[in-house]
């Protein structure tokens, strides 16, 4: 039997939507009658069957000369245990590497025997003349096998930028994991309990000075703001002006709460950054739209466009500080509005989700 070795090397400590990453690959393996490895940090909340906690993991809070030892480190670890493991034609599947676990990475498939391997690759943000890129570059053309590789990108913008920078490297859209219809619950909205959702764990370009102004704009009205408690770090010496509005939850929710904590919302709040999700989708966006919720993001995002492609543009935020809690009910209760989202939550449900997902995974890997 030939393995499906899926490598994750940032999946620490995640939970909650990630796990919607898993489903589609037991899918692909039981169709393909592959026996599923799985290569990830030590410490991670996903709960799965086949486990080979292998890699080190440093994030952005490490020194930078941390990351540099990860490099030769991780370097030995994956060539050791791919040394015992793998076989001819079996399948590599690299997803969420950072720059230093890539740099391990080149490095082992270099000195192993390339012939063996079928390799996956996801490239996920926009080619640009970064020491990342560069690195990608020279993997591509100077080290990989392009004719045994399979890259796989996640939406058309994304796509076309990185065919215009990627020469005679063919790259295939998949469609969204994240697909959460099978949890539908209606929920009413309750304006005397307003609750908002700002899912995820906390980053700076999702929940930075957008919420801070959204919040500051709303401090005379009655609502519940549930967020990552990273987040009280952006606060500051405002925390006790935001003190009554904010709920602070778990940073890793695992995917029973995460689920949880989205039906029981009124709002999902993504107030993205920009430029920061110009290329980038967001699964919580389509969680959020899977359940039928009403989800207001930053314009200029790709959420915006397929939002405008429903005519639901008035759920797209240009200022963030100038939305307003009686603007959102306005929104919300607007009859056109709900039909567009129910046709949007519907049509997103048909063409997502992880059967669509194995089914173009499986047309892309025949040649394997």
Known sequence: MRNLFVLMPSFENYGGHEYSFIKPLNLFSRNRNLKLIYVLPKFNKLKLKNKNFKIIFFSKQFKFISKIVSILVNYFIIKKFFEKKLKNKDILYLDGYSLYFFISFIWFYYTSNQKKIKLILWLRYPITNSIKDNILKFFLYKICNLKETIFLTENELLKKNIKKNLKNVKINKMPSLHNLSRFNKVKKINKKNFTILCPGIYREEKYGKNLINFLENNLNNIFKVKISRKFKINLKNTYYSFKKQIIFIDNNLNYKNFIKEVQNSDVILLPYKMPDYKYRTSGLFFESISLNKFTFVSSGTLMENDLKKFNLQSFAVKKWKDLKINRIF???????????????????????????????LNNLCEKF
């Open 330 to 360: 306005n929104i919300i209760e607007d009859k056109k509005n709900i039909n567009n989202l129910k046709n949007f939550s519907i049509y997103y449900k048909k063409i997502n989700g992880p059967i669509s997902f194995l089914n173009k």
